[in-house]
Structure formats: structure tokens, C-alpha cells
T-cell receptor, first 114, second 114 residues
């Protein structure tokens, strides 16, 4: 069974540009979560999507947004990139809630802002 | 606001030792607690999930306990091996407005030397 897949593996952008990160969940999972792992800040929750709807959002500015498609894959969009957006962005998936199943993570997209 | 703390920040042990990693959280109204491992440059691998109504979970050489009232969890690793070297992360999923959101500790960097 394929795990959570994320693309691209690496992404290099300059300040002010926009970045789009993609995530495909495990087959049968409907919930997709996004996290940011920045150096020195640890893992921070960004967004949770389920059934195409945003269900919860972390403490990030509106320029961080996303969507979930009918096949449950997801995109994270970051507008007006800033240097501090440089981080590893991790996507996770789980079965539809409510459940007490673990979130399964992909290997992430490393976003570097020059 | 939920805060998760992990002690120690780093641990270096010889192969074969039994060891304990500690995790504490400030808000006991949790839905579950999860332990993950992260290898350098990789995503997270789920190790154990303990539901809020449970006291412990076991998987192979790993045993995790949960004392929700005191806001503590421990991860016990028996007969450590060099392949156990990784960063271990504790995360709690809350209820209410924190439902679906994992709050992570800063992690314990474990090195097991031959």
C-alpha cells in the first residue's frame, strides 16, 4: 500500500513569489493535514481538510491557504513568500473522523526562500 | 493553549540499554497522544497511539504509558539498538477547537552507539 506522497521534494523560490505544494493521501483516507517544521520552531499545525472542507486552522497568516480535491488529494499554497517561510512542509493523512487512528506522514517538501 | 515538553532533549546510550523518554502536556483534555520517530531529512513514522481512555500501548520493544490526570507520558524502549537512533516526538490531539490538530514537543534526539 502506497504511503502519503508529497511533491515536489524540494522547491526553491524567491521572496514575494508563490509556492504550491501537493499531497496525495493513503488510499481510503479522507483527512489531510499540513504541518510546518521550521528550524528552531518545531512542528507547527497549519491546516486540516476533510471531505473538501477546511476543518481546522493553525495560527498562520491568511497567505497560507489550501484546498482538497474530490479525490482527497490536497494543495498547500503560500503567497507572498518571506524568508521565514523556509521550512520542511509535511503532509499527513488519516481515515475520516471521528476516529482514533494515527496520522500518517509523508517525507515532506523542503521549501527554500532565497 | 496546549504546550508539550519533552525531556531529555538529547540522549546517548550504548547498545542494549533500556531507556525512557518523557513527555508532559499542560492541558489534560486530550483526545489521544501519539509517539513518532523522525529520521534525518525524513517525515514522521507513527510508533504508538494511546487513546485518552487508555493507560498504555505496546509494540514490540516499545511501550508507551499515559497518565492523563498528571499530564505525562513515557516511552520505554527495551534493549536499544543502533537502528533506534532518531528523533522521537510526542504529540497530543486535543478536543474542541483543537480537534484534528497535533501539538508536538520539541523532540528527544536519541543516539545508540555500538
Amino acid at each position: 500500500e502506497a504511503g502519503v506522497t508529497q511533491s515536489p521534494t524540494h522547491l526553491i523560490k524567491t521572496r514575494g513569489q508563490q509556492a504550491t505544494l501537493r499531497c496525495s493521501p493513503i488510499s481510503g483516507h479522507t483527512s489531510v493535514y499540513w504541518y510546518q517544521q521550521a528550524l528552531g520552531l518545531g512542528l507547527q499545525f497549519l491546516l486540516w481538510y476533510d471531505e473538501g472542507e477546511e476543518r481546522n486552522r493553525g495560527n498562520f497568516p491568511p497567505r497560507f491557504s489550501g484546498r482538497q480535491f474530490p479525490n482527497y488529494s490536497s494543495e498547500l499554497n503560500v503567497n507572498a513568500l518571506e524568508l521565514e517561510d523556509s521550512a520542511l512542509y509535511l503532509c499527513a493523512s488519516s481515515p475520516r473522523k471521528p476516529n482514533n487512528q494515527p496520522q500518517h506522514f509523508g517525507d515532506g517538501t523542503r521549501l527554500s526562500i532565497l | 493553549k496546549q504546550e508539550v515538553t519533552q525531556i531529555p532533549a538529547a540522549l546517548s546510550v550504548p547498545e542494549g540499554e533500556n531507556l525512557v523518554l518523557n513527555c508532559s502536556f499542560t492541558d489534560s483534555a486530550i483526545y489521544n497522544l501519539q509517539w513518532f520517530r523522525q529520521d534525518p531529512g525524513k517525515g514522521l513514522t507513527s510508533l504508538l497511539l494511546i487513546q485518552s481512555s487508555q493507560r498504555e500501548q505496546t509494540s514490540g520493544r516499545l511501550n508507551a504509558s499515559l497518565d492523563k490526570s498528571s499530564g505525562r507520558s513515557t516511552l520505554y524502549i527495551a534493549a536499544s539498538q543502533p537502528g533506534d537512533s532518531a528523533t522521537y516526538l510526542c504529540a497530543v490531539e486535543g478536543g474542541g477547537t483543537s480537534y484534528g490538530k497535533l501539538t508536538f514537543g520539541q523532540g528527544t534526539i536519541l543516539t545508540v552507539h555500538p
